[in-house]
């Protein structure tokens, strides 16, 4: 299991794991003034320590869960004294689930994956520190959530977007939710769009996927 890591601006880091054969799995974090922000923790004990490595130890730290999904919340665990972060739908879904997803995808875990809730659980949105905004984006799941990093016109939007070029709709937990999720992402005015999977992407992109949801979604 390999990780990359990619320095997106001065501010941010991408960390990408091969877990997953022909896919990969991204976390990302934030370094500001205030605060650093993690956005997703991968797969484990393991992976931690490669989002640890872009952490400013004198700020105090964010975690963030875009979705409950397994290989983005399997090293919650390992952030001691960090604010954990997620929707409330996503942590009755880890509280119901954890055990379910370590059974069936455990293969997976890099390390130890200790059953780790949030401690603070958003319904609509939140604004943390006046630096990141976070908002209810349900569709890959009913429990997503986006994140909007104004300074750098970024928005982190889980698995909101395909996991690659050919497959560019995900898979919909809330199908009837995802077009007005999307209409909201497009309009959110942020230049680049990071995903837990894909590529970073452009409003274009976006477009596409709207196109091809096709009349019976919209």
């Known amino acids: 299991m390999g990780y990359l890591h990619t320095r997106v601006d001065d501010t941010l880091w991408e960390v990408k794991t091969d877990n997953i054969e022909g896919c990969f799995t991204r976390a990302f974090v934030v370094n500001t003034r205030r605060a650093n922000y993690v956005i997703d923790t991968l797969l484990g004990g393991g992976s931690v320590p490669h989002l640890l490595r872009h952490i400013d130890p004198g700020l105090p730290t964010y975690v963030i869960n875009t979705h409950y999904h397994w290989d983005h919340v399997w090293g919650n665990g390992f952030f001691p004294g960090a604010v954990l972060v997620c929707h409330e739908r996503c942590g009755e879904n880890l509280r119901n689930q954890w055990d379910g997803m370590l059974e069936r995808y455990g293969r997976f875990v890099d390390g130890e994956a200790r059953p780790t809730v949030p401690n603070v659980l958003i319904r609509d949105g939140a604004v943390l520190n006046d630096e990141l905004e976070l908002f209810h984006s349900p569709g890959h799941t009913d429990d997503s959530i986006s994140v ?53 992407k452009r409003k274009d992109f976006l477009r596409m996927i709207l196109d091809r949801l096709g009349p019976d979604l919209l």
């Open 148 to 200: 909007f990093y104004r300074e750098r016109n970024v928005l982190f939007v889980g698995d909101n977007i395909g996991d690659d070029d050919e497959e560019i709709v995900p898979s919909l937990k809330a199908p009837d939710r995802y077009p007005g999720t999307l209409e909201k992402l497009l309009s959110v005015d942020a230049g680049l769009y990071l995903s837990g999977h894909n590529e970073g």
